[in-house]
């Protein structure tokens, strides 16, 4: 795949995460609110701790405000993982100082506009026909966001989250392609002939 562009909102622009944002990230990230909804990140939380950048099948993107990162997004595309993830799958956090001023919604709703319309973005073919967001039950505001840009619930199941030592119930959401664009409305003729 190419190098990625940056995605741009009224507010913010979403980047592919560099060096120069990870020690903005960690000290948004290192916060037990945040951390507790995050799967597979420890507490407490050190520096040497950072996730790689370069996983695999993940591509990491830095939010950022008058060019400085609040949060990042992750995208785990379709095919990576163990076992190999069925369709691409978001993650991410904001900083506690930047809830609820619609930036989760804005970053997201950019990010998954670009999944469903930029051929292989999503680690398919072409464009993503579905994406999942796994969210804990004790995180009702990321559910909210979640369905605020039409994702509904798909299922459920349990996971480990390491910062709580225990098992947590997540709700599976997930939208599809047809779901997003007919959401979309009069924008939606542009974005179904979007190839880029």
């Known amino acids: 795949m190419s190098a990625i562009p940056a995605i741009k909102t009224e507010r913010l622009i979403l980047a ?4 120069q944002d990870e020690a903005a990230l960690f000290a948004a990230k290192n916060d037990f609110e945040i951390v507790r909804m995050l799967a597979n990140v420890p507490w407490p939380l050190v520096a040497s701790q950072r996730e790689p950048e370069a996983t695999p ?18 995208l785990k595309r379709a095919g990576s993982g163990e076992p190999a993830r069925k369709m691409a799958r978001l993650g991410y956090f904001l900083g506690r100082r930047y809830w609820g001023k619609g930036y989760a919604s804005e970053a997201l709703g950019a990010l998954v506009e670009a999944v469903f ?14 994406i999942g967001a796994g969210v ?13 840009l039409g994702f509904s619930r798909a299922g459920g199941y349990r996971l480990p989250c390491v910062s709580r030592h225990a098992e947590v119930e997540v709700d599976d959401m997930q939208i599809t392609r047809h ?6 409305g009069a924008n939606s003729k542009g974005l179904e002939g979007q190839t880029a």
Do not use: M, W, Y
Request: net charge positive.
């Open 117 to 130: 319309t930029r051929p292989g973005l999503s680690g398919d073919s072409g464009p993503a026909e579905r």
């Open 57 to 74: 099948g993940l591509l990491h993107f830095s939010v950022l405000l008058e060019g400085a990162p609040i949060g990042q997004i992750t």
């Open 179 to 184: 779901a997003f664009l007919r959401r979309a």
């Open 16 to 19: 592919p995460t560099v060096a």
């Open 136 to 148: 804990f039950t004790d995180n009702p505001a990321s559910r909210r966001v979640l369905e605020k």
